[in-house]
Each structure stands twice: as C-alpha cells, then as structure tokens.
C-alpha cells in the first residue's frame, strides 16, 4: 500500500533558524512522483515542487531546499533562515496516476 | 485559464439534505479528484476520475457520488448530509506529459453540516 509520513506533527523555531520538514513515503510502483505544499492560514493549498522518481537530483529554490533519497524513502524538506511568513502546515504528497496521497502534515511556527 | 473552480466556497447544510459540489477546469487534463481536509488528518482521497466516463474510488467514498461525464466537469454529490461531512474539500486536476505531472488544486469549499 502507498503510504506518506510525515512524523512531525508540529515544529516551533524562531526566526532564522534553520528547519528541516521529514516526509518518508512507501510505494511499490518504479515510476511516481512526490510533491511538497504549503498551507497557509488562509487555507488554499500552495504548490511547493514536485520530483520525480528517476531524478534524485536535490534542489534548492532560494532559502528552500529538498533532499530526494530513494534508497531510505525520504523527501526531506528544509528551509534556511526561515521567517515568520514561513508559518503554515506543510503537506508531504505521493502521487499515484493523479491521485495524491497525502502525509498528515507538519504544522510549522515562525516565532519572531 | 481559470485553472480549478470550486462553487461554492461556503455552505451550511441541515443533516440529511443533498448537495453538490461543483469542480471545473478548463485545462484540459485528463485526471481530477476530491479530497476532504480534516484537522489533524491531511487530505484523504473521496474519488477521482481518469477521463472522461470513469471514476473510481478513494480512500473515504462513502456518503458520496461522482460522475464525469466531461473532461471539464467533476462534481460531487452528498447523498444525505451528515455531520461527519462537516470538512474542507478540494477538487484537483493533474496531466502527465513527458515525465512531469503537474497538479493543480482549487480554492476549497467549506461545509459545515448542522
């Protein structure tokens, strides 16, 4: 069965702390893609990156990161020097022909 | 392009009355689904559709029907409104073209069942 984890259910730094967001993902398919989004307190779901299966290469987007492991099953998901804009809930995502299984979501706080 | 549409953003509803959620993309792709946010609980999975005509079912279908009878149009149907339905939905639609699947979601709708 697919399954995504996300074992933090909530995080609390303060203001340019460095944060890492774990997502471990199950799945026996050879092609599928994981994906990262943000939700803020407004609600609507924002679109963080997407990575597909056959490319492990890690990337970096400003003060974001991701670390992509197949071999431990792991979407990891770090924000460097956060902020208090950073605060949302952080959904981890595993995506089967459209389909997306989500992780429960990791509640972060910004504290200034 | 809208992208996805959901109507409507907010609704109260009495136990056991009907409704439907509306969903709409004018992207042309071929998958679309529904999910329900519940505190504590992510998103889980109601149905979701490949194309046109076909639908299947999530991981919490019960108390809900879907039909997709074109690639734009996913609505969902509560059969007889019950408190438990009282969630967050969001309709999503997705394609895969050359190694990438993009996914889009719409804005939510509210419902809270009395």
């Known amino acids: 069965a697919q399954k995504v984890t996300q074992a933090q259910t909530e995080i609390s730094v303060v203001e340019k702390e460095d944060v890492t967001l774990d997502c471990v993902y199950e799945?026996?398919?050879?092609?599928?893609?994981l994906f990262w989004y943000k939700q803020p307190p407004s609600g609507e779901l924002v679109f963080l990156i997407r990575?597909?299966?056959?490319?492990?290469q890690n990337e970096i987007s400003g003060r974001y990161s991701w670390n992509f492991q197949k071999s431990t099953s792991s979407f990891n998901f770090t924000i460097t020097a956060s902020q208090v804009v950073d605060s949302a809930v952080y959904f981890c995502?595993?995506?089967?022909?459209?389909?997306?299984?989500f992780g429960q979501g990791t509640e972060l706080s910004v504290k200034p | 392009n809208a992208g996805v549409t959901q109507t409507p953003k907010f609704q109260v509803l009495k136990t056991g009355q009907s409704m439907t959620l509306q969903c709409a993309q004018d992207?042309?792709?071929?998958?679309m689904s529904w999910y329900r946010q519940d505190p504590g609980m992510g998103l889980r999975l109601i149905h979701y559709?490949?194309?046109?005509?076909?639908?299947d079912q999530g991981e919490v279908p019960n108390g809900y029907n879907v039909s997709r009878s074109t690639t734009e149009d996913f609505p969902l149907r509560l059969l007889s409104a019950a408190p438990s339905q009282t969630s967050v939905y969001f309709c999503?639609?997705?394609?895969?073209?050359?190694?990438?699947?993009?996914?889009?979601f719409g804005p939510g709708t509210r419902l809270l069942v009395l």
């Open positions: 992207m042309n792709h071929e998958y």
């Open positions: 999503a639609s997705s394609y895969r073209d050359r190694g990438l699947e993009t996914q889009y």
């Open positions: 799945t026996r398919d050879t092609t599928y893609y």
């Open positions: 995502a595993l995506s089967d022909r459209g389909k997306l299984i």
């Open positions: 990575r597909n299966s056959f490319d492990e």
């Open positions: 559709s490949v194309g046109a005509g076909i639908t």
